[in-house]
């Protein structure tokens, strides 16, 4: 159950391309859901983080993909930031 939620976070792929080997991606994503509701991760993290603070790590950009119909956006597209600059 684990490695099939851990895989599609992963990988960014849709529940339902998840292998067969991990079970039905309906099943999966339920139990994923359910334990996002619970506060379930939040508490797995917070418990992680405590454990062992000094090896928490930044994530950089660089290993985020896009995903597959990511490539089908209009061209030239008005792109708006998200996050508003603040100056300190």
Do not use: C
């Amino acid at each position: 159950m684990l490695n099939g939620i851990f895989w599609v976070l992963r990988t960014g792929s849709p529940w339902r391309d998840l292998p067969e080997r991990y079970g039905p991606h309906t099943t999966v994503y339920n139990r994923f859901n359910r334990w996002a509701k619970a506060g379930v991760w939040v508490r797995v993290f917070k418990e992680l983080a405590e454990k062992s603070p000094d090896s928490m790590q930044f994530i950089d950009s660089s290993i985020i993909r896009a995903h597959r119909h990511a490539a089908s956006g209009k061209k030239g597209a008005k792109i708006t930031p998200s996050v508003a600059l603040v100056e300190d």
